[in-house]
């Protein structure tokens, strides 16, 4: 009985309907508090998992992010970040490196976060993918040197529909879209230069200056395989996940504390990565080292102070 009350709340049912439950099968109802008492067991065994060694050999690509939960502290609510990795390991398949808690989004939460991944055995990075944070920016410049970085393009678009008029949004949609749908770097930098001008004939002078700014991170993916590209272009992997753990944790509102966030995070994680993901391959990476060291010299030697210079100066 006791395993299937843990199993019920990690798997996505609330405190609520648990109690609903337990009345309909034998007539009394489980309080919070004996739920609570349940989830602490439950708990040693998640946190042994975030804290496993990583033994999938190398890992060629990363996406990570940020979610921002409420949590009530000192009887005043406020948000705590979730950082979230997960992999693409060399053999094609993913994998959920980890979870922690950062107070926000800042350079220190997140090197300390590359930092515990990278002791437990997160090495071969090629690529990370993520959003434009300057904090996650710095710090993978300085944890992982060697790696590239990708911007969604998603969050890209989302930055750039941010000021124009609503009605313009589906139309400058279709232009950013045909940027990336093209068949080489140096014909996706030629239609972003059309796309500017068109921007700037439209009046979106604002729009125009945001995609001439930021077009050339949202095209590192474009040295890669290009059967990888649709997957590695942005952070659509990580942010499915994102949206299963705002379902399960709507239901609880504010956690009293950041470690029940983390842990609640951290049981979906893996519910989801061993119910869902399975033993199905993600990606083929077969040809992966032979079409890097095919790449062009300019286009390996990606400059991550030139874009944090740029962050600054546009900021």
């Not at 124009?164 to 949609?173: D, E, G, Q």
Request: proline share 2%; aromatic share 10%; net charge positive.
């Amino acid at each position: 009985m006791e395993e299937a009350l843990i199993e019920m709340y990690l798997a996505g049912v609330s405190v609520r309907r648990v109690e609903d439950i337990t009345e309909a099968l034998w007539g009394s109802k489980v309080s919070p508090a004996t739920i609570s008492e349940l989830n602490k067991k439950a708990y040693v065994h998640i946190e042994d998992w975030r804290n496993r060694p990583l033994q999938g050999g190398r890992y060629p690509y990363v996406y990570v992010d940020g979610i921002y939960l409420s949590r009530n502290w000192g009887g005043e609510f406020e948000n705590v970040a979730i950082l979230v990795a997960i992999a693409v390991n060399e053999d094609g398949y993913r994998e959920v490196l980890g979870a922690s808690e950062g107070m926000k989004e800042d350079k220190a939460s997140w090197v300390s976060f590359f930092q515990w991944l990278r002791s437990r055995g997160l090495e071969g990075v090629k690529l990370i993918v993520g959003d434009k944070c300057l904090g996650m920016l710095e710090a993978v410049g300085e944890v992982f040197p060697e790696a590239k970085y990708q911007r969604c393009t998603v969050y890209f678009y989302r930055n750039v529909f941010s000021v124009i008029p609503r009605s313009k949004v589906k139309l400058v949609a279709k232009m950013l879209k045909a940027i990336h749908a093209q068949e080489s770097k140096k014909a996706a930098r030629e239609k972003a230069k059309a796309v500017v001008e068109e921007l700037h004939s439209m009046k979106l002078k604002e729009a125009a200056r945001k995609v001439e700014d930021g077009i050339e991170e949202t095209l590192t993916y474009c040295d890669f395989l290009g059967e990888h590209w649709t997957r590695i272009r942005t952070n659509n992997v990580i942010e499915r996940l994102n949206r299963e753990i705002r379902r399960r944790t709507r239901v609880v509102g504010s956690f009293p504390d950041g470690n029940s966030a983390l842990m609640l995070v951290c049981a979906r994680l893996r519910h989801v990565a061993g119910s869902q993901w399975g033993n199905k391959k993600y990606m083929n990476m077969k040809h992966l080292e032979a079409a890097l060291e095919d790449a062009p010299i300019a286009g390996r030697l990606h400059s991550y102070q030139g874009l944090q210079t740029k962050f600054a100066q546009n900021s």
